[in-house]
């Protein structure tokens, strides 16, 4: 659910690129749009100092899943992302890389949420929508 599965800086990103344009939107709602995804681009660079602490870097699969050499290994993957989400533009190229390696993905938008939409339970439908969905995909486990 909302996936960080490349935590590479938008600046040394490889393999794809991001930008605003990946995140279509009315002129209208671009301003606050813009403003949901930022929330969390701009946090990018806290990522290094409160989760890797020096230890590794943003390429070790471990973090960035997205740079795992044998993804083809990867089981049945399921990607839950909020339109609005900064890291909705990493999960795709993720989806598509496991799509590429014949690896069964399902890769969801949830339309008009930003990041961390979840604490919005009981207010926004689609709250409760990816509740549900995983809820239907955990039972699939068996």
Same mark, same amino acid.
């Given at each position: 659910?909302y996936? =960080?599965? *490349? =935590?590479?800086? +938008?600046?040394?990103l490889? $393999?794809?690129?991001?930008?605003? *344009?990946? @995140? ?18 701009? $946090? ?11 230890? /590794?870097? @943003?390429?070790d699969?471990? +973090?960035?899943?997205?740079? #795992?050499?044998?993804?083809?290994? @990867?089981?049945? /993957?399921?990607? %839950? %992302? ?7 533009? &990493? =999960? ?15 890769? +969801?938008? #949830?339309? $008009?949420? *930003?990041?961390? @939409?979840?604490?919005?339970? &009981?207010i926004?439908?689609? %709250? ?7 809820? *239907?995909?955990?039972?699939?486990? &068996?």
């Open positions: 659910m996936p =960080s599965v *490349d =935590s590479t800086p +938008v600046d040394k490889s $393999g794809y690129s991001w930008s605003y *344009d990946q @995140f279509p939107v009315i002129e209208e709602h671009k301003e606050l749009a813009v403003n949901r995804i930022e929330r969390i681009k701009s $946090g990018g660079g806290s990522m290094e100092k409160f989760y890797l602490q020096g230890r /590794t870097d @943003f390429k699969p471990l +973090v960035s899943p997205v740079y #795992y050499a044998d993804l083809q290994k @990867f089981p049945h /993957t399921v990607i %839950a %992302a909020a339109e609005y989400d900064y890291l909705r533009v &990493g =999960s795709d190229h993720f989806a598509s890389l496991l799509k590429q390696k014949n690896v069964d993905v399902v890769n +969801v938008h #949830y339309l $008009g949420c *930003d990041h961390g @939409f979840l604490d919005c339970l &009981g926004v439908p689609q %709250a409760e929508e990816i509740c549900l969905f995983m809820a *239907d995909e955990l039972k699939k486990l &068996g």
